[in-house]
């Protein structure tokens, strides 16, 4: 009897056991769905002290520290995600998204090799079109950038910093105007805009060092300022504020405190005042943190208005002569990404820092670089400047004096002094945005070996971009020099000459050294009877190099042209030769659109060859995209640019005759 009343005992305990995990999990989910992460993160925590740790606590508790910008504790759980096993001893079955959040969180723990590993997986199994995955895949070689652009400052810590917040430095006059947090303990930074109430203040300067600070004059309310840009006059400034209404704060649906950018004037006592909101502004988003383009005609800003790519987005707006403004416009997914992007400051030399988390990094935000033409546009694309600047934290608010070089920046990593920090810095090395390429080679007979003098030599990029072209000199040699943003080039290397099939192959440049090629033409047989059979494919009878079409276009070229040409004078030889064109592409870029293309070009190239005395019931045309490849290379599948050029291929089958 005692030992059947025990085993009930036991029983009760642990249905009561279970029934009080059951409801721990779903207080702590209900913290969690009401984005209440500080009690989500205690609610999982104490449940996992004892040991239970199901795959949505992992999931949520890793969730809860990666919103908050905790990078550190969100890579805790999730490789305990990545690690752990169902009730049935199996791994957890993770979505996509987790692959993303982990490798970033890797990051921040040093471990790149891993985090790229991971991130490959996620490339594997995201959607196709997803822009996260487009963007590490174009971006590959980020480290060997962040390497190549790193060791040109070192950084100053400000003895102005304290143990609160300070960031966001401004140029004014010979003095710097800051933001610091007023009082009480400061939580950590979670979004993009802050939640915690910031005041103004100005600084004087000396050298790498900022002293003597006062709160800046005529600004500052019990409310949140923030971030302020200066006219060269001194006289206009503009700054962020906390968006309220019958004085209080306004939020949007999930709480983050919305902000709002202002005007204010100095009057002539040198007092600020007049302070005006910009048209722009709204009561559903936030606009924030300024920057003003070098020559005063554009104000630069933060928002998550609608049509943002991602979290927020880097805008701009015209500074019309009339006193007003025009429309804001997003600068563009080459800019912007589905992270977040924020804290914009143009330098008189025209070039573009913003801090973003949506390009591969060192983690968290990373500080990037984009040279602007005169009307505002880039002309490069985004660059990480590298470390020191750089960390695996948060790294933002950059600005740099072009004359002295001097600059300002804001991070929280762990060595400051508290929870954001100003540093300074020397840039004694310039950032370099493109680099020289010098490719040098020889052109040689296949069969015999010798040099091949007077050939035409053509360089595309690897989408087929025609870049430059030359001829050989009498010894077969030729040279090209070529710039181009910095990184590893894939190039593509084309050789032609009269009697000889053209030939081309792909190659690798490096920015460090010079490249060397050799290419080989095999000759034609002469007097060879081209045999024309139905079914054959006359771009291999008559030894036909590839037709290339520039990158997304389907116009026909001068190279192109001279392919086409033979076509043209096969098909006046049999008249009654009928011909079927079918283009195909490789399996890069979605399926929709490379069908699209593909048609587009098959069309073109039939049009071309009516229009050179070609009758039309006699040529047909059609797209085919990356549904007929030659190879394994399918989507997401890595591949060389030898194989992803196999299924890039123009056919010319003969239909009847």
Not at 500 to 519: M, P, R, V
Request: hydrophobic content about 30%; overall charge positive; charged content about 25%.
């Amino acid at each position: 009897m005692k030992k059947l009343f025990l085993a009930i005992f036991i029983l009760l305990l642990q249905v009561t056991f279970a029934q009080n995990e059951k409801e721990a999990l779903q207080k702590a989910a209900s913290y969690y769905k009401n984005l209440n992460y500080v009690e989500a993160i205690n609610a999982y925590e104490s449940i996992a002290r004892k040991g239970v740790e199901p795959q949505e606590l992992l999931e949520n508790l890793g969730n809860a520290y990666y919103y908050n910008a905790d990078y550190t504790l969100a890579n805790k759980w999730y490789a305990k995600l990545f690690n752990g096993k169902d009730a049935k001893g199996k791994p957890f079955n993770i979505k996509p998204e987790y692959y993303y959040r982990y490798a970033q969180t890797l990051k921040t723990t040093g471990d790149y090799d891993t985090s790229d590993k991971i991130m490959n997986q996620f490339v594997t199994l995201a959607d196709k079109n997803d822009v996260r995955a487009q963007l590490f895949l174009k971006n590959r070689d980020y480290q060997a950038e962040i390497k190549r652009n790193s060791g040109r400052m070192e950084l100053t810590l400000l003895k102005i910093n304290t143990r609160k917040s300070e960031y966001g430095t401004a140029f004014y006059g010979d003095n710097i105007v800051y933001a610091t947090t007023k009082s009480g303990f400061l939580k950590r930074r979670s979004e993009w805009t802050g939640d915690n109430f910031y005041t103004l203040y100005e600084a004087n300067t000396d050298s790498l060092q900022a002293s003597r600070k006062a709160k800046l004059n005529g600004i500052n309310t019990k409310f949140n300022e923030s971030t302020a840009a200066f006219t060269k006059d001194g006289n206009t400034m503009y700054f962020t504020r906390n968006n309220f209404i019958n004085n209080e704060v306004k939020t949007n649906g999930d709480h983050t405190v919305l902000l709002k950018i202002f005007k204010a004037t100095k009057d002539k006592h040198g007092k600020w005042g007049d302070v005006q909101e910009m048209p722009f502004n709204s009561n559903i988003h936030s606009v924030a943190h300024p920057a003003l383009s070098p020559d005063g005609k554009y104000i630069y800003f933060t928002s998550d208005m609608k049509g943002t790519f991602g979290a927020s987005d880097i805008y701009r707006a015209p500074i019309l002569k009339s006193g007003g403004y025009g429309k804001p416009e997003n600068l563009g997914d080459k800019i912007n990404t589905p992270g977040r992007e924020s804290f914009p400051f143009i330098s008189d030399d025209n070039i573009l820092y913003y801090s973003s988390d949506g390009f591969p990094g060192l983690g968290g935000l990373d500080i990037f670089a984009v040279k602007l033409n005169e009307k505002g546009d880039p002309i490069t694309k985004p660059i990480n400047i590298g470390r020191p600047a750089n960390s695996a934290e948060d790294d933002f608010c950059y600005v740099i004096n072009s004359q002295t070089r001097i600059g300002y920046l804001t991070s929280n990593r762990p060595e400051g002094r508290g929870s954001d920090d100003i540093y300074s810095f020397y840039e004694h090395t310039p950032l370099r945005f493109t680099c020289s390429y010098k490719l040098s080679g020889v052109v040689r007979d296949a069969t015999t070996n010798e040099l091949l003098p007077q050939a035409k030599v053509t360089l595309f990029t690897h989408n087929n971009t025609l870049i430059e072209e030359t001829t050989a000199d009498i010894n077969g040699n030729f040279t090209f020099n070529y710039t181009a943003d910095c990184g590893d080039l894939q190039l593509l290397l084309k050789a032609e000459k009269d009697n000889y099939s053209a030939n081309q192959q792909s190659l690798a440049l490096n920015s460090s050294k010079d490249t060397n090629a050799e290419i080989k033409l095999s000759p034609i047989p002469m007097n060879k009877k081209v045999e024309v059979v139905i079914g054959n494919d006359l771009s291999k009878v008559l030894q036909i190099d590839n037709i290339y079409f520039d990158y997304d276009k389907a116009n026909i070229r001068k190279d192109a042209a001279e392919q086409l040409a033979k076509i043209v004078a096969i098909m006046k030889e049999h008249p009654t030769m009928k011909v079927d064109v079918r283009l195909h592409t490789d399996s890069r870029g979605s399926d929709k659109y490379n069908l699209a293309l593909s048609q587009r070009r098959a069309k073109s190239t039939v049009k071309w060859i009516i229009s050179h005395g070609i009758k039309k019931n006699r040529i047909t045309g059609k797209g085919y995209g990356e549904t007929q490849l030659v190879n394994d290379c399918g989507n997401d599948v890595p591949c060389t640019e030898e194989q992803h050029q196999a299924n890039r291929r123009s056919e010319f089958i003969i239909i009847s005759m």
